[in-house]
């Protein structure tokens, strides 16, 4: 059975816009949103430019050299001051753009105390990887959270009210989402829906993974709009289709590890085709071998700990 699908972007640079409006004749307009989806090299994340009357808030930011300043070129062009960038968790692609972002300007970093440690310490761990991936994409110069909350902590800029929201390990090993309060409740989730893409497992915690869809989908029930760190834009049902993929994925590797911690080549290259079948329209394939032997592994463990 083919899996329901979203559509990927290929184009170097792809920018949708949303007016969030107030409603009310006597209410000032709400923000614009501005989603900003990198290249394909750049594994088509999302930044979102949060427009406000007078300024602008970025979240999340881009991975590449090129993309990153593709990103800039579009807050400049949108010619109101950045107020803050809003920080969703620690992967590089989320944060290696930010110093292009705040280059030359005095910008706080907002992002829960977690993820600022996640980025500190694997920072350096990360560049040694996929540097020699990306070569001269990767950026040589990176900026770190300077403002760390805790969660449920609230930060106006711009008279919009910003909430964070620690999720702990899922994704990434550490996660948040940002939620705009207002009349047109919206919410950043980071990673925790990678729209029309293969998932990224290879931090090993897809068990709390399932958990905290199932927590934002109730949580979150009332939103308006979803924004995701990949794919299109939507509603709560995001959280159904991301749950879907790694339920999906997750059995497939238990079906494929025979009681081990690891898949063969053989069995990867059969987790692959098993995936691409299912999700024949979704992105970043290489990230469904790349997993394959760390979630192996959490199986295999989750199986111990209940025997």
């Keep these: 059975m083919r899996a329901s699908s ?18 009310a004749k006597d209410q000032a ?16 994340v999302n930044c979102y430019l949060v427009e406000g009357r007078h300024a602008v808030v970025a979240v999340d930011s881009a991975l590449t050299v090129s993309d990153s300043k593709a990103l800039r070129a579009k807050l400049d062009a949108i010619g109101k001051p950045l107020a803050a960038v809003l920080i969703t968790h620690g992967h590089p692609d989320h944060y290696n753009g930010v110093f292009y972002l705040t280059e030359g300007k005095a910008v706080p970093v907002y992002a829960t105390a977690a993820v600022a440690k996640v980025i500190r310490d694997w920072d350096a761990r990360k560049e040694q990887q996929w540097k020699p991936v990306f070569k001269e994409e ?11 909350l805790k969660s449920g902590e609230k930060v106006k800029l711009d008279g919009l009210d910003f909430v964070v929201h620690d999720l702990g390990p899922a994704e990434s090993y550490a996660d948040s989402y940002w939620e705009l309060l207002g009349p047109s409740r919206s919410a950043f989730i980071g990673d925790e829906v990678l729209a029309g893409s293969h998932a990224y497992t ?28 990949h794919g299109p834009a939507g509603d709560p049902s995001l ?6 993929y790694l339920l999906a994925y997750r059995r497939e590797v238990e079906a494929l590890r ?3 911690e ?6 990867k290259a059969t987790l692959v085709a098993r995936m691409k ?14 997993g394959a032997d760390t979630v192996a592994a959490e199986l295999a463990h989750a199986r111990d700990d209940v025997e």
């Design 258 to 260: 025979g009681g081990g």
């Design 6 to 23: 979203y559509p990927i972007v290929s184009s170097l640079l792809f920018v949708l816009s949303w007016p969030l409006t107030a409603g």
């Design 29 to 44: 307009p709400g923000p614009v949103i501005h989603q900003v989806t990198a290249s394909p090299q750049g594994l088509s």
């Design 138 to 148: 990767w950026p040589p110069q990176r900026a770190f959270p300077d403002h760390e």
């Design 277 to 290: 079948a299912a999700y024949p329209d979704a992105g970043n394939e290489f990230m469904i071998a790349l």
């Design 239 to 244: 959280f159904a289709w991301e749950k879907g």
């Design 202 to 229: 290879n931090d090993g915690h897809t068990a709390e993974w399932l958990q905290n869809l199932d927590v934002l989908g109730r949580t979150l029930k009332g939103a308006k709009h979803v924004y995701p760190g």
């Design 262 to 267: 690891k898949l063969t080549d053989e069995q």
